[in-house]
């Protein structure tokens, strides 16, 4: 699994971990080895990205109460802000879909609003870029998308995160868990995080602490009109879920699409059926179509496009 991540050194230590468990610790190596990582962040351990499995297993056994109170606290969603490059397609379908209309987004599982930083950060397509003005950053996304959505006006009139346990980049133990939870890799990945954190710290995007299945259903009916289109965003919120909590989550939609536009952007199995990588969708449930427009790793490199610009919007499947 962490292999497939692009994170080789996480690999061995995970299959160390899992050949010859430490009593006491939990069998759930994505937390483990973040309550690591923040012990190294903190001068406190060896940093796990180094691959010292001897290390990191000496780290376990002194640590061992930490990382099972971190187990309790459960996973904290990490995003990176790269991501965005994924998500303004779909809200160009959104645009394109219903034109001359603003759009209000609702970020599921929002972690540290990431995703909702789309006015405050410039992505760089391969052919053109969106620029939003007043800009603090901005990041390259290396994928070509359909020269339609960069002449397509797009107006965010609002946005929100909903999370279970939401990061306010404002507050320093907030910022070290976020890196924690950070995939080792290239410098990039820590530039664009870093970049992601200051945009958030200076403007805050607006997030609001609850459990997402019980309160989204009133934070997207309040939003939803006619005159506007309601974006639901599940980045990787969903992946989360049992069963039986996505059947509810997806029921839950159907419900509230009757009153204005509702679209819905969501990462999902590959098209290409390869384990290491997602696509993304955007959803028009108020008019049962559907776009499954691109593909990438699961955090968001490699990006490849998947359909042709002139599928764009008439053409989309429809929902059975």
């Not at 292999?3 to 690999?11: M, R």
């Not at 994928?143 to 960069?150: A, D, G, R, V």
């Not at 976020?178 to 992601?196: N, T, V």
């Not at 289109?229 to 989550?249: E, G, Q, W």
Request: aromatic share 6%.
């Amino acid at each position: 699994m962490f292999s497939e991540h692009d994170a080789s050194a996480y690999g061995a230590i995970a299959h160390d971990f899992a050949s010859d468990p430490v009593p006491g610790v939990p069998e759930r190596p994505l937390i483990v080895l973040a309550a690591l990582r923040r012990a190294a962040l903190q001068g406190r351990a060896t940093d796990p990205h180094a691959g010292d499995v001897e290390a990191a297993r000496d780290d376990l056994h002194r640590l061992t109460n930490e990382i099972a109170d971190a187990a309790e606290v459960g996973l904290v969603q990490y995003t990176d802000p790269v991501r965005l490059g994924d998500i303004l397609p779909g809200l160009w379908c959104a645009a394109l879909w219903y034109p001359d209309r603003p759009v209000r987004l609702v970020e599921l599982g929002a972690s540290a609003g990431m995703l909702l930083l789309a006015e405050s950060i410039s992505v760089r397509f391969a052919n053109g870029a969106w620029a939003p003005p007043g800009a603090l950053g901005v990041i390259d996304y290396p994928m070509k998308i359909p020269s339609e959505f960069l002449r397509t006006p797009l107006a965010i009139e609002s946005s929100i995160g909903i999370d279970l346990r939401p990061l306010d980049m404002r507050d320093p133990e907030h910022v070290e868990l976020l890196h924690s939870y950070a995939w080792p890799g290239p410098p990039a990945r820590k530039e664009r995080l870093d970049l992601g954190i200051r945009v958030a710290r200076e403007r805050p995007p607006p997030l609001l602490h609850g459990d997402v299945l019980e309160v989204a259903p009133d934070i997207i009916r309040e939003r939803l009109d006619r005159e506007v289109v309601t974006v639901v965003i599940d980045s990787a919120f969903s992946h989360y879920l049992p069963t039986s909590s996505r059947v509810k989550l997806g029921r839950t939609m159907d419900a509230l699409c009757g009153a204005g536009p509702l679209v819905m952007i969501s990462r999902g199995l590959a098209v290409s059926g390869d384990p290491g990588r997602s696509a993304v969708r955007a959803i028009d449930l108020t008019g049962r179509r559907r776009k499954v427009y691109a593909e990438m790793n699961f955090i968001s490199e490699s990006p490849e496009w998947l359909t042709s610009s002139s599928n764009f919007p008439a053409k989309a499947e429809k929902v059975q």
